[in-house]
């Protein structure tokens, strides 16, 4: 079936670093890509949606120079969390739509903290 | 491979019954069990859980059921409304494991007033 590698699954980084989250869609393409940031006991919240090739479109209230999202082939997109700060400390996932088929598969997640 | 599996793709049902959406997982180690909603262009919304303790989970509406031995876990909604159309994801997490979550890939219900 559909698989979504996301990597790393747990990541500790200082303040005011940079850290970089990859999907992977193993043996499908990904057009559509979504990103997700999870509160604790809360719902997943769209941050955004890439499309290969394409720039990323970013909801409301996310800021694009901190979240840099790159999709830059059928199989991989990414989420850059630049100049991190504690309040960036989250859940973040991610989720590609299936192309051609149905529904959607999401990565396992990716728990940051900034230290 | 899949550890989280939701294989009927889409339901429908008449408005006042019962709605019966499945998953399946592989992993004996999850002990965590969540169901989230999401409308079209909209993030998913978290809508109930369930820990491995427990079979069941009941919260207005909607119920959860776990079944450990068939590795088997269910939502029930009644009555259905027309408003609970959407794709439905159950996920599972495993302990110690900083809430990483594995999804089904969701069952889009549809509510037939």
């Known amino acids: 079936g559909a698989v979504v590698s996301q990597h790393p699954s747990r990541v500790i980084c200082k303040s005011g670093t940079s850290v970089k989250i990859e999907c992977r869609s193993l043996d499908f393409q990904a057009t559509t890509m979504f990103w997700y940031r999870q509160f604790p006991k809360q719902s997943l919240m769209l941050m955004a949606t890439?499309?290969?090739?394409?720039?990323?479109?970013?909801e409301q209230g996310v800021e694009k120079d901190k979240f840099l999202i790159n999709h830059a082939s059928l199989t991989l997109s990414t989420l850059t969390v630049t100049s991190a700060h504690p309040e960036d400390s989250s859940f973040y996932i991610c989720?590609?739509?299936?192309?051609?088929?149905?529904?959607?598969?999401f990565g396992s997640g990716t728990r940051l903290t900034v230290v | 491979d899949q550890q989280v599996k939701q294989n009927s793709p889409s339901l429908s049902v008449q408005e006042g019954r019962i709605s019966i959406l499945n998953c399946d997982y592989t992993?004996?180690?999850?002990?965590?069990f969540l169901w989230y909603k999401k409308y079209p262009a909209e993030g998913p919304t978290f809508l109930i859980s369930i820990s491995s303790i427990k079979d069941k989970n009941e919260d207005g509406r909607f119920t959860v059921f776990l079944n450990k031995s068939a590795k088997h876990l269910s939502l029930h909604i009644v009555p259905s409304q027309p408003g609970d159309s959407a794709v439905y994801f159950c996920?599972?997490?495993?302990?110690?494991?900083?809430?990483?979550?594995?999804f089904g890939t969701g069952t889009s219900l549809t509510v037939i007033p």
């Open positions: 992993n004996s180690m999850f002990d965590y």
């Open positions: 890439s499309n290969e090739g394409s720039k990323a479109t970013y």
């Open positions: 989720s590609a739509s299936i192309t051609g088929g149905y529904g959607y598969t």
């Open positions: 996920a599972a997490s495993i302990p110690n494991t900083g809430n990483q979550f594995y």
